[in-house]
Nanobody, 126 residues
Framework: QVQLVESGGGLVQAGGSLRLSCAAS????????MGWFRQGPGKEREFVAA????????YYPDSVKGRFTISRDNAKNTVYLQMNSLKPEDTAVYFC???????????????????WGQGTQVTVSS
């Protein structure tokens, strides 16, 4: 069982930056691939970023590539999402998720993730 708690959301002007954190419980954090997803108002949840168990591999959709960076600190059981050059269309509730994996892998499919946090609101004003 893994519990995930996101933090760091808030209100920011377009062009600004935020760093989200996701703290995980348990002693097996390094065996989980991690992902960030978001759900904007009236939209379906969408993939934002993913990172492998070791942090050596990452993946982003084109909508955030070059602006967002996912990273993790396995010693602190925490995954981060650094968001730069924010746009109003980035406004959403951001969720982190964990997927147990036996080896290095990344998933962009939300249905493959086993555990989810409660989400943190990010609002970007124009």
């Amino acid at each position: 069982q893994v519990q995930l708690v996101e933090s760091g959301g808030g209100l920011v002007q377009a062009g600004g930056s935020l760093r989200l954190s996701c703290a995980a419980s348990g002693r097996t954090f390094s065996t989980y691939a991690m992902g960030w997803f978001r759900q904007g108002p009236g939209k379906e949840r969408e993939f934002v970023a993913a990172i492998s168990r070791s942090g050596g591999s990452t993946y982003y959709p084109d909508s955030v590539k070059g602006r967002f960076t996912i990273s993790r600190d396995n010693a602190k059981n925490t995954v981060y999402l650094q968001m730069n050059s924010l746009k109003p269309e980035d406004t959403a509730v951001y969720f982190c998720a964990a997927k147990w994996v036996p080896r290095t892998s990344i998933s962009i499919n939300q249905y493959e993730y086993d555990y989810w946090g409660q989400g943190t609101q990010v609002t970007v004003s124009s």
